[in-house]
């Protein structure tokens, strides 16, 4: 059944209270270290290995509330229904995100960013202005933003301390999520943008990871 416009707004504001309060439920098991990697990590994580551990995680938690209120405005700004279910369908798979780098702070004993209505309103115009400039931009946006994730997940990887295996365990498995999501949106008719607005987003990025950090 296809919503109206008022319906699909109230479904918004339903997702932002949702990702902002951490009511967030994911479909799928939280990805967990292989049993031999188990083995390897004997350890247990010490206090400053579970501080930075904490810091990344709450950068990829802001992250996934930005991803979160991205793919809502997007959807909400598209008139294609097409368009609009494929953000749908990422941003499910983006829930599963929030939800377990949600339950990886709160296991290092560590906190989501106090900053995250912030990012989540940032994040939301971004996006509806995006989704203003055409399908084809909003769709090429989704493929640059995924791709600089996916970099940035890849450096988390290295900076995660090695015996952090449960979050390296999911950081791992939001990465290649966030590559299928590229890929599906560039198969999607999602344009190249130009290389000044990449590194524009690239630079927005900066900030938010650099602050999120401590904040
Ligand atoms: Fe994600
Ligand atoms: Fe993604």
């Known amino acids: 059944m296809e ?12 997702v932002a209270l949702r990702t902002l309060s951490g009511g967030s439920r994911s479909e799928r098991p939280t990805p967990s270290p292989e049993a031999a990697d188990e083995q390897v990590a004997a350890h247990e994580l ?6 930075l551990s904490g810091a990344l995680m709450r950068v990829n938690h802001v ?8 793919y809502q405005a997007q959807a909400l700004a598209t008139a294609d229904p097409q368009v609009r279910a494929q953000m749908t369908s990422a941003a499910r798979e983006e829930v ?14 560590d906190r989501p960013s106090l900053l995250n209505p912030l990012w989540y309103g ?16 909003s769709l090429g ?16 990887l290295e900076r995660l301390p090695p015996g952090d295996l449960a979050s390296r365990a999911i950081v791992g498995q939001m990465r290649a999520d966030e590559a299928q999501h590229a890929v599906a949106a560039q198969l999607a008719g999602g344009v190249t943008l130009p290389a000044p607005v990449r590194g ?14 401590y904040v």
Not at 3 to 14: F, Q
Not at 96 to 109: K, M, S
Not at 141 to 156: A, C, I, P, Y
Not at 200 to 213: F, P
């Open 63 to 70: 992250g996934e509330v930005c991803a979160q209120a991205l």
């Open 200 to 213: 524009a987003m690239r630079l927005a990025a900066k900030v938010m990871t650099g602050t999120a950090h």
């Open 3 to 14: 919503l109206n416009l008022v319906d699909r707004w109230l479904c918004g504001a339903e």
């Open 122 to 137: 940032g994040a939301f115009l971004i996006g509806l202005a995006a989704g203003r400039l055409g399908d084809k931009v």
């Open 141 to 156: 946006f989704v493929v640059e933003t995924e791709r600089q994730v996916e970099h940035h997940l890849e450096g988390h």
């Open 46 to 51: 010490d206090a400053k290995e579970r501080r």
């Open 96 to 109: 599963d995100h929030l939800a377990w780098t949600e339950a990886r702070l709160a296991q290092l004993g």
